[in-house]
C-alpha cells in the first residue's frame, strides 16, 4: 500500500506547499513512509494569517453567539467519535503509540475536551455589573483575542492541539496551527473534520518546517497571541520572535517531574505509579516521572519490586494489544537517548535495567525501559529532560533533602508525592515548587483542572477554564450614571476647588 498524500487546510481549502514540495512522514515502528504532505514555506504561513485575520475580521465566527459556537464544536466532538478507531489507528502509526493507549485514553480526552469547551463557551464572563466610582457603573468583558497561532509537538499530535483550538475556537479566535513535522496526520484528519462546521479560515493548518513556519508566525504582526507546547530552548527562541508586535505569548514548556516517595507510602502502589508514569508513551511526555526520589529505608525492596515490574513490560508492535511500549518517534530521538545513556554511565550512574535498543527488534526506534540508580544530582541524567525511557532513582535520608533536589532543576510542571500520613503528604506537595502535583497518582489530568508550568516549563494554563480566559483578553466599559451634559469626573466627586 502507498503512502497517502496531504494537503494542507487555508482558507477552506487544501493546498500544497507554494514550492510544490512534499516532506515524508515516516511509521516509527516499522521506519516505512506512510504520507507525503506539503513542505510549507513563509508564503504559505503569511497567506494562512491572511485567512485567519480576514474571518476574525468579519466576524463571520467571532461574532456568533456562545450557542452558536458551542454547537459547532459539540459538532466536531461528535465527528471525533464518530471516527475514532480509525483516528486512533492513525494516530498509533504516526506516533508510534501503543493502540490501547490511543484509543483508550488519548481520543476519550480530545472528545471530553471538546465537551468541555463547547459547553464553557457559554457561562464565560467578567466581574458582575458594579458602582465603583459613586457616580457611573463598570462592567467587564472577555473579548477573543483576534488570531491565534499554535505550534503543537510530536508526541501528542491531535491530543495536544485540541487544547489548544477547543478554547480559541470557544472564545471566538481564529486559529492557524502547525503541527510537528513528524506527527501531522490527525490534525490534519481533524481539519477534514472541521470543513462543513467551521466558516473559512476560521481554522488553518500549516504544515512545514518549525523555523520557518513557526517563525513566521511568531514574527507576523497580523498574529495576536501565539501558543506553544515544546521544549524550553524552543520557548526562548519564540518569546524573542514575538516581540515584534508585543503578542500574547502562552507557553508550556519542558518537564523532569520528581516522583516522591515517602517511607510510609505503599511500595507496591509506589512502583506500580512509577511505571506507568515512566514509559507511559515510550518516556515521550514532559509530565513523566523522571526523577524517583525514595526513602533509604525502603530503597531495596523497592528497587526489587521496581526492576521486577519493569522486566514485565511488553516493548513492540504498537498495533499488537498486547504491547505495553512502542518506539520512539524518530532515529534522531533515538540517538538522543542513546547519548543520554551514555552520559549517565560515564559519570558513574549504575544500569539496573536495560540501556540499549532491544536485540529482537530488527526495526523501528526502539529502546528498553531503562532504570539507573546511584545518581548524582549534579549528573545529566538527573538534571536535563531526557524525553525518553530512562527513570533514574535516588535515595534519600530527610524529607528536606528530598524537597530540595525536587525542586532543584530549572523545570516545574508536575510532581507527585507517594505516601499514608495526609499531613505530611500536604506539606510536600504545597513546598513543590511545581504546576501540578499529585498525591498518591501522577500524570491524570482532567478537562476541569489547569495544566501549566512554573520556572522555565512556561507560563499560562492548558485545560480548564483558566485555560479558556487565555484565550480572551479583558475589556472596561464605564457607563456615566450622572447624566450627559455636566463637568468631568474630578468636579462631579472633588467639587469645583
Known amino acids: 500500500m502507498g503512502a497517502a498524500n496531504y494537503k494542507m487546510y487555508i482558507d477552506g481549502k487544501w493546498a500544497n506547499s507554494s514550492s510544490g514540495e512534499t516532506f515524508n512522514v515516516i511509521n516509527p515502528a516499522t521506519e516505512q513512509v506512510i504520507a507525503k504532505v506539503p513542505l510549507g514555506a513563509a508564503d504559505d504561513a503569511k497567506t494562512a494569517i491572511d485567512s485567519a485575520r480576514i474571518a476574525f475580521d468579519k466576524g ?43 484509543r483508550e485514553s488519548d481520543l476519550p480526552f480530545i472528545i471530553d475536551n471538546l465537551r468541555f469547551f463547547a459547553g464553557a463557551s457559554r457561562i ?64 490534519l484528519e481533524f481539519a477534514k473534520l472541521s470543513e462543513n462546521v467551521l466558516p473559512k479560515g476560521v481554522l488553518n493548518v500549516v504544515t512545514g518546517p518549525g523555523e520557518v513556519i513557526g517563525t513566521e508566525l511568531a514574527t507576523s504582526k497580523k498574529v495576536d497571541m501565539i501558543t506553544l507546547t ?63 526520589y525514595v526513602h533509604e529505608s525502603m530503597y531495596s525492596k523497592f528497587m526489587a519490586m521496581l526492576v521486577k515490574k519493569a522486566k514485565r513490560i511488553r516493548t513492540g508492535d504498537p498495533m499488537n494489544e498486547k504491547t505495553d511500549m512502542g518506539p520512539l518517534i524518530s532515529a534522531k530521538q533515538l540517538q538522543r537517548i542513546e547519548s543520554y545513556v551514555k552520559s549517565g554511565i560515564e559519570e558513574g550512574a549504575d544500569l539496573a535495567l536495560g540501556g540499549s535498543r532491544p ?5 523501528g526506534f526502539y529502546f528498553e525501559p531503562t532504570i539507573f540508580t546511584n545518581v548524582a544530582h549534579e549528573m545529566k541524567i538527573c538534571k536535563e529532560e531526557i524525553f525518553g525511557p530512562v527513570l533514574d532513582v535516588i535515595k534519600y535520608s530527610s524529607i528536606d533533602e528530598a524537597v530540595e533536589k525536587a525542586n532543584g532543576v530549572v523545570y516545574g510542571l508536575a510532581a507527585s508525592v507517594w505516601g499514608s500520613d495526609i499531613t505530611k503528604l500536604m506539606d510536600v506537595a504545597n513546598r513543590l515548587k511545581s504546576g501540578t502535583v499529585w498525591i498518591n497518582e501522577h500524570g491524570i489530568l482532567v478537562s476541569e483542572m489547569p495544566h501549566g508550568g512554573y520556572k522555565q516549563s512556561g507560563f499560562g494554563k492548558d485545560l480548564s477554564m483558566y485555560s479558556f480566559e487565555e484565550y480572551t483578553k479583558i475589556k472596561h466599559i464605564y457607563i456615566d450614571q450622572t447624566g450627559a451634559a455636566r463637568k468631568p469626573w474630578y468636579y462631579v466627586v472633588y467639587g469645583d476647588k
Not at 174 to 183: L, Q
Open 124 to 187: 464565560l464572563e467578567g466581574k458582575a455589573a458594579a458602582n465603583y466610582s459613586g457616580i457611573g457603573t463598570s462592567i467587564i468583558k472577555r473579548e477573543p483575542i483576534g488570531v491565534v497561532a499554535a505550534v503543537v509537538p510530536w508526541n501528542y499530535p491531535l491530543y495536544i492541539a485540541v487544547w489548544k483550538l477547543a478554547p480559541a475556537l470557544a472564545a471566538g479566535n481564529s486559529v492557524v496551527i502547525k503541527p510537528a513535522s513528524y506527527t501531522p496526520l490527525t490534525l
Open 230 to 292: 515544546g521544549d524550553t530552548s524552543t520557548g526562548k527562541r519564540i518569546m524573542q520572535a514575538a516581540s515584534s508586535n508585543v503578542k500574547k505569548v502562552h507557553l508550556e514548556l519542558g518537564g523532569k517531574a520528581p516522583f516522591i516517595v515517602l517511607k510510609d507510602a505503599s511500595i507496591d502502589a509506589a512502583t506500580e505509579g512509577a511505571i506507568v508514569s515512566s514509559f507511559w508513551n515510550t518516556g515521550q511526555d514532559c509530565t513523566s516521572a523522571t526523577r524517583v
Open 359 to 363: 536485540k529482537a527488534m530488527k526495526h
Open 60 to 102: 463571520v465566527w467571532s461574532e456568533k453567539t456562545p450557542a452558536e459556537r458551542a454547537k459547532a464544536i459539540w459538532k466536531l466532538a461528535d465527528l471525533v467519535e464518530e471516527n475514532l478507531l480509525r483516528i486512533a489507528k492513525l494516530e498509533s502509526a504516526n506516533v508510534g503509540k501503543t493502540i490501547k493507549y490511543s
